[in-house]
DNA sequence: CTGATGTAAACTGTTAACAGTTTGCCTTCG
DNA sequence: CGAAGGCAAACTGTTAACAGTTTACATCAG
């Protein structure tokens, strides 16, 4: 990954960042960066080497070196001095504080939407909490992953905090920096989604301290099930 | 402020970022700039010109550049396309999500501490709460602004969760960019403190609950404080 | 006197080249 | 055969120059 120049010689394929120029290269860049690290294209511990990035999307050092800079200060990257610039590894002890904040935001939202949501709201979430009983009982791993990333999505956005929608964002980002991931085994799946049913329970019924505590112990059920994965596979 | 090359032809100062290069320039200006747009003294709204930035340092635009990128990451400043950089203003609706955050994650340390804390981390939070009933008799507003930040500081640092305190760094940071600030009255002075001692007893007790809620009261009090400066200073 | 228009200066975005450090490989000596 | 030292390639840090956009000012028409 990032290394040659991609496409051949005489193809009339310009790469990926030839665009009509409206954002910045640097912008482009760090977009890029960040899929392909979120991506696992290019994992944690691993050298991001200047040059080959310009070459491969066709561009000078400058606006990759200023993109490294924005995702370093996004926690997603490490510079070290002359050495270059590696990718972020997130260690077991650091994600499990970050499964804490991510429990405790969570909480906040869903206690705020508790007490102050409006129908359409409550009934978007019930909608997707349906949708993932519907993936759960067919098994289908990918697409209950996608809609509880929904879910966890619209349940921050609708509590009205954007600077707490922002730094829940900026967890489950540094979360993926993290080696051990824990997946939804089908078992998993209809834990997690009973919790999502608790969550808009307690939401509908105006208890916000039982949503508050409902929401975390949710977050707190996935860091129990990511720490299964991390005690029952050894080595590095 | 960041306008002409400040040193005086023939003067033998060589500006501030000139020390032996250890770590990258980069680094450097970010710190500067940082420390430039805390202090106040870039204003929010102000517009950042690299150009003088670059010479005021003695330095090329591209560490400038990059420093920049950083600091946009960071919340601190916004950048414009082929307009620039300008100091980022953060709204009073902004502050108070701020405030709420800030609450949310002081509340998260209290009980975390209630929970598990040494005798000697409570000692020195004692002590810190001693100075500030001193600062706070003395009527003295700048001391006791000084160790109610180490107070916090501490706070976050003994309730063992790194990515909390950097979070909760990154928030206060943030609320300088609002230019409506809350100062410490006389009678704010004792409030506040009357509420750390609050917070130091229920951790004593090891009433976690209790902990959380008059920590998380804490800062609302401060939001509260900072609501009447706004309310009683209309217009920009 | 006011508003539109065109021109020049200023500034940002980008690239390419230069300097110094690190790293890997090869030679050479024990 | 193994280890230490040196040389060369590769890469990062930095700077300077170029290109395109924005902005401010002056000029001119109404």
Same sequence: chains 1, 2.
Avoid: W
């Avoid at 499964?99 to 405790?104: I, K």
Wanted: one cysteine or more; hydrophobic letters at 40%; glycine letters at 8%.
């Amino acid at each position: 990954m990032l290394e040659a120049p991609a496409t051949a010689p005489g193809s009339t394929h310009q790469g990926p960042i030839d665009i009509v120029r409206t954002q910045s290269l640097t912008t482009l860049v760090q977009r890029e960066l960040e899929r392909l690290i979120l991506a696992g294209d290019v994992k944690p511990g691993e050298r991001i080497n200047e040059q080959h990035v310009a070459q491969r999307l066709r561009v000078s050092r400058g606006p990759v070196r200023e993109a490294l800079r924005g995702l370093e200060r996004a926690g997603l990257v490490e510079a070290r001095v002359n050495r270059g610039v590696y990718v972020r590894e997130v260690s077991v002890e650091q994600a499990l504080e970050i499964y804490e904040m991510r429990g405790l935001i969570t909480g906040f939202a869903c206690a705020r939407l508790a007490a102050a949501s409006t129908a359409d709201q409550r009934g978007e979430l019930a909608g997707l909490v349906t949708q993932m009983e519907r993936a759960a009982s067919a098994g289908d791993q990918a697409l209950y992953y996608a809609i509880n990333l929904a879910f966890h999505d619209k349940l921050m956005q609708f509590a009205g905090n954007m600077r707490a929608k922002a730094m829940y964002d900026a967890l489950v980002k540094e979360s993926h920096l993290c080696r051990r991931r824990s997946l939804f085994s089908p078992r998993n799946m209809g834990e997690s989604n009973a919790e999502h049913a608790a969550i808009l329970d307690a939401i509908r019924r105006g208890d916000a301290e039982t949503a508050r505590k409902v929401g975390e112990e949710h977050i707190v059920g996935g860091r129990r099930r990511f720490l299964d994965v991390v005690g029952s596979t050894a080595g590095t």
